[in-house]
């Protein structure tokens, strides 16, 4: 179902972490049920550890239920914000279970079990089977990874895609201070610019994912939207869930997920996970905040114009050939 190319081990020692090695290429071989039933399709490979190949098959091939909710994202995209904001709609605003239940919790990272090899884990995908429904299930994976019957049972799949630029900036913090990366500024650099980090590559992860948005059952986001008009955005999530609430408990959703809220929402903003990871993986004490600053075009100042213009001129030749634009 599954074969695993081996990458140049110059790159794969520059650029794995302690957190997750022995990055291999994971390609579906497999293509008999299709996202979209086309016959042609060609799925995008998924930079994954070697770890990887014993859960493969268990994950493609995981029970579905109707009432699931699924989020995916490639890393960094707003993945916690959209978690926190589908359980809640869901659940018909049930603040008081969403925050003595913490997110990660509510909302099970299905893969982490299966790479991360320095931390013992629960079987993360053996919670998601076991978890009281409706489940709601945060993965990473690329589209083709994704398990099989998600395109037969067709539950509710939220993509949440983010620009690439500021994505890099907040990949590189998390792989500095959660996955404990030694590499320069420039390795990490050179790693997006490779797509030889762990779930490259990124922009195919979202346009091949965009080839599915106009699934009745797939609700494709953009970070920025929820950025200039979380309105809108929950205008759209509301219709998507088939659900109504009235202008007071959407201002006060709106308010929820407002970055500075979230920020000390222990339950939702990550912290405990930043403690705890960097003390597992003996990462020297750092002040780094899991919610950093969640502003759209950062980038601008973070990056150097070499890097800027590099990173302009890899999105566009991903994008080329496709109509997906990324949020601005
Ligand atoms: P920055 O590092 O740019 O601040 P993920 O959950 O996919 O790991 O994404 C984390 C990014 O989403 C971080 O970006 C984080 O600050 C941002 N984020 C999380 N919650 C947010 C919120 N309520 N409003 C804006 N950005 C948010």
Redesign the pocket.
Known sequence: MFRYKDLCQDNVKRFETPFNENFVEVHLTDVSVSPTGDRTWSPVHCILPKRYKHFAERIRNLTIYEDDVWIV????????????MLWLIDHDLDYEKASSVNLQERSVFLEVFAFVTNIDLPDTIALVENMPRPRHIKTHLSLALLPKDLWIVKPKVVY?A?NPK?VT??FM??YKYMHGFKGSQQDFLDGILMDQLIYCPQVRHATEFWRVAKLHHVLFLH?ED??RSMADVLEKVCKFFGKSFTAEELAHLENH???D???ENKA???QQLVESTTEAMGIPPHNH???????VG?YQRELQREYLDKLDEFIAKQLGGTDFKYGI
């Open positions: 994202t490639f890393p960094k995209a707003g993945t916690t914000w959209a978690q926190e949440v983010r500021d900036i907040s913090h998390h970070f929820m950025k997920l407002s970055f809220v979230m920020k939702a903003n990550n905040k899991f919610m950093r600053n969640g502003q950062t």
